[in-house]
């Protein structure tokens, strides 16, 4: 419980500092200063009107000094970024599953945001990501690997390959996220491969429908946060759901 309680807390914390990473980074703004500010009066946040949700909350999501609407999207993300959290520690056990399970979840979050605002993964996440999840591997578990690698290099290849068969359909940032999902997954970012194919089509396929076959299939779609959706599956339920496809269908 004491953990749980902890993943929470430190989740709501991290997930702050997630949304300033998905506002900063694609503008080339600093992580670090200025501290944070109103972006309507620029006024600066102060430490009681920056804690995670509490303060969106007290200050019925207005700035303090201008008045300003606050996005909802800010608290919503720091209690999404602590549920899973919360759900990688309920879920995951031993140093090197919880390890490589918190990182994934943090890099996830940022990644699918950004890729939505902007249809752009950037390589500095993706980069961070791979470093980190060989280093944990290495650190924790080094006969794992080899295993990380196979799986990076194929579930990178595979979207790669889609990439080149349908030039403008995927693009290279999404086959990066792959690579790095089969770094932190292993033989589990099938999984997450399969949610996220699946999920693309399905809402490809509304869009169409909705839009007509002609417009739908020009409306761009970033694949970003599907992959991400896929890497919470497997992460979360990834042998649970191969258990179930073998048992069904093989």
């Not at 599953?97 to 996830?108: E, H, K």
């Not at 591997?137 to 889609?162: C, D, K, N, S």
């Not at 086959?175 to 292993?186: P, Q, R």
Request: aromatic share 4%; with cysteine; hydrophobic share 55%.
């Amino acid at each position: 419980m004491l953990l749980v309680v902890l993943a929470a807390l430190g989740g709501l914390l991290v997930g702050s500092f997630l949304n300033v990473v998905a506002w900063r980074l694609p503008r080339g703004e600093s992580l670090v200063a200025p501290g944070s500010h109103c972006p309507g009066c620029d006024a600066p946040v102060r430490p009681y009107d920056n804690v995670p949700v509490v303060s969106w909350l007290l200050l019925r999501g207005r700035c303090r000094d201008c008045r300003a609407p606050i996005s909802i999207r800010y608290p919503l993300v720091e209690a999404c970024s602590a549920g899973l959290a919360v759900a990688v520690v309920a879920a995951r056990h031993g140093t090197h599953d919880l390890a490589l399970g918190l990182t994934l979840v943090a890099l996830l979050v940022p990644i699918a945001l950004i890729d939505l605002d902007h249809r752009i993964i950037p390589n500095l996440l993706t980069a961070l990501g791979a470093v980190a999840a060989l280093a944990i591997g290495a650190a924790t578990r080094p006969a794992g690997v080899p295993e990380q690698l196979i799986a990076g290099a194929a579930a990178g290849g595979f979207l790669l390959l889609a990439a080149l068969v349908r030039p403008g359909g995927m693009g290279m940032g999404d086959v990066k996220l792959a690579g790095v999902l089969g770094l932190f997954l292993g033989r589990d970012v099938a999984v997450a491969l399969l949610v996220a194919l699946l999920c693309g089509t399905v809402v490809g396929v509304a869009i169409m429908a909705r839009r007509g076959t002609a417009e739908g299939r020009k409306t761009a779609i970033p694949f970003g946060p599907f992959l991400a959706l896929g890497g919470v599956v497997a992460l979360l339920a990834g042998p649970a759901v191969v258990h179930w496809y073998l048992s069904t269908f093989a």
